[in-house]
């Protein structure tokens, strides 16, 4: 497959971490272990974003940070084109986290992940293939990693089951916000606007439809 960029990543993967405490860091070790097993890992470069709601955690015992999450990763580092964990001061949602990791960032393609979402390991060979056609954004079908759960599967079908599969790639009206690819300039090109365009993901959406970007559906796992 021929790659996206120019010497560097293909892909930037960006993951908002919204877990707290100690759980705040197996959850950054157990994506970044599923992106290591990509069948392209040396292509991706990793950005990570711990989001912090603001009543979350005991003041006495504060959720782990940026130092603290680079150094649990470490011994990833060479799985990947680079990683990182920004630092950006306190953001509170998911877009806030991805708005100030995108700019940190190179790829031509830029994917976001949730902490609770495990890729299969072709996730990202199909995204960049993808890519490769005429497609602005690129979203997932989504499966249960946890299926012997009723919750689970609750969780799941409320969130998510426009997109549970399996189904074959097509082109659609739209995909799971939190759990795509886009081309770089759709999400560069909203400058200080890519929060609000993300809160709801739709949004963002109905802006690439209405300027006729098309987008196409894929496949990965996500564990509620």
Same mark, same amino acid.
């Given at each position: 497959?021929?790659?996206?960029?120019?010497?560097?990543?293909?892909m930037?993967?960006?993951?908002?971490?919204?877990?707290s405490?100690?759980?705040?860091? !197996?959850?950054?070790?157990?994506?970044?272990?599923?992106?290591?097993r990509?069948?392209?890992?040396?292509?991706?470069?990793?950005?990570?974003?711990?989001?912090?709601?603001?009543?979350?955690?005991d003041?006495a015992?504060?959720?782990?940070?940026? #130092?603290?999450?680079?150094?649990?990763?470490?011994?990833? #580092?060479?799985?990947?084109?680079?990683?990182?964990?920004?630092?950006?001061?306190?953001?509170?949602?998911?877009?806030?986290?991805? /708005?100030?990791?995108?700019?940190?960032? #190179?790829?031509?393609?830029?994917?976001?992940? +949730?902490?609770? /979402?495990?890729?299969?390991?072709?996730w990202?060979e199909?995204?960049?293939?993808?890519m490769q056609?005429?497609w602005?954004?690129?979203?997932c079908?989504?499966?249960?990693?946890?299926?012997?759960?009723?919750?689970?599967?609750?969780?799941?079908?409320?969130?998510?089951?426009?997109?549970?599969?399996?189904?074959?790639?097509? +082109?659609?009206?739209?995909?799971?916000?939190?759990n795509?690819?886009?081309?770089?300039?759709?999400?560069?090109?909203?400058?200080? +606007?890519?929060?609000?365009?993300?809160?709801?993901?739709?949004?963002?959406?109905?802006?690439?439809r209405?300027?006729?970007?098309r987008?196409?559906?894929?496949? !990965? !796992?996500?564990?509620?």
């Open positions: 497959m021929t790659g996206l960029g120019t010497g560097g990543a293909d930037a993967v960006v993951v908002a971490l919204t877990s405490g100690d759980v705040l860091v !197996r959850n950054a070790i157990a994506v970044v272990e599923y992106l290591e990509q069948t392209v890992s040396p292509s991706l470069e990793v950005c990570l974003v711990a989001v912090a709601p603001p009543s979350a955690g003041p015992e504060p959720d782990p940070g940026a #130092e603290d999450i680079r150094r649990a990763l470490t011994p990833y #580092e060479s799985a990947f084109r680079s990683i990182a964990v920004v630092d950006p001061g306190p953001v509170h949602t998911v877009p806030e986290a991805v /708005a100030a990791a995108v700019p940190r960032t #190179e790829a031509p393609v830029v994917a976001l992940l +949730e902490d609770h /979402a495990f890729p299969a390991p072709d990202a199909g995204l960049l293939r993808a056609g005429p602005t954004a690129v979203g079908v989504m499966d249960n990693a946890n299926p012997a759960s009723a919750l689970s599967w609750a969780n799941l079908l409320l969130a998510y089951g426009a997109w549970v599969g399996p189904r074959q790639p097509e +082109e659609t009206d739209d995909i799971a916000a939190h795509v690819a886009y081309r770089r300039e759709v999400l560069t090109e909203l400058g200080a +606007e890519l929060v609000q365009a993300l809160e709801r993901g739709s949004t963002l959406h109905q802006r690439l209405q300027r006729g970007g987008r196409q559906g894929d496949r !990965r !796992r996500r564990q509620p």
